[in-house]
């Protein structure tokens, strides 16, 4: 659901992946591949965010590059708004709705960073699967969301006993001490 808020779908992509990635610069040809929007489109998408100051943009020979700009006082806010709406808990949340997912959490530095504990931004997204979803079915959801978010996205199965008596597996272990985000949860599933 587009929030009402950006003027077009087109915008709210180009600006999650720019405030979701603010360490890096993308050429526009790079962003419009990824996120899948006519160039020409991106470009005018690009110039208005430029001129409001929202993103940086610079010539590297021929190519241009944009990033976020750190310093605009709407950058914190927007990254905020595009996170909830836009980034990976919403696209987890999307894509991992399976048929026999009972329910999906994002664990690792992404659900670290979310709780607050400091580190640098995550390179990855680590989401683990509880139910009985094909293994086929969770790889190419991982494979869909890695596309929309433009970060590798690693899934985990995991049966809903192990989940709950997860004895001497260290990785459900691991999750259940740590920060962890349900990101979908199936209807009638309260686990």
């Not at 915008?11 to 050429?27: I, N, R, S, Y």
């Not at 996205?153 to 740590?178: F, K, Q, S, Y």
Request: glycine share 6%.
């Amino acid at each position: 659901m587009l929030m009402p808020i950006f003027r077009s779908r087109p915008q709210a992509q180009l600006l999650t992946q720019l405030l979701l990635h603010p360490d890096k610069e993308f050429t526009l040809t790079e962003l419009a591949r990824q996120i899948d929007v006519p160039l020409p489109t991106l470009q005018r998408e690009a110039a208005r965010l430029v001129e409001a100051g929202l993103i940086s943009d610079r010539r590297q020979g021929r190519n241009r590059l944009i990033s976020a700009n750190p310093d605009h006082p709407g950058t914190a806010p927007l990254t905020q708004l595009v996170t909830l709406f836009f980034g990976p808990q919403a696209v987890i949340s999307e894509e991992f709705a399976l048929p026999n997912a009972d329910r999906v959490v994002i664990f690792g530095s992404w659900a670290a960073r979310s709780a607050g504990q400091p580190g640098p931004p995550p390179n990855d997204i680590d989401v683990l699967v509880i139910g009985t979803a094909s293994r086929y079915d969770v790889y190419a959801a991982a494979d869909r969301a890695q596309r929309r978010l433009g970060q590798p996205v690693n899934p985990v199965l995991c049966t809903p006993d192990r989940w709950e008596h997860p004895g001497d597996d260290m990785l459900v272990n691991g999750i259940h001490r740590a920060p962890f985000i349900t990101a979908y949860r199936a209807e009638g599933h309260a686990a």
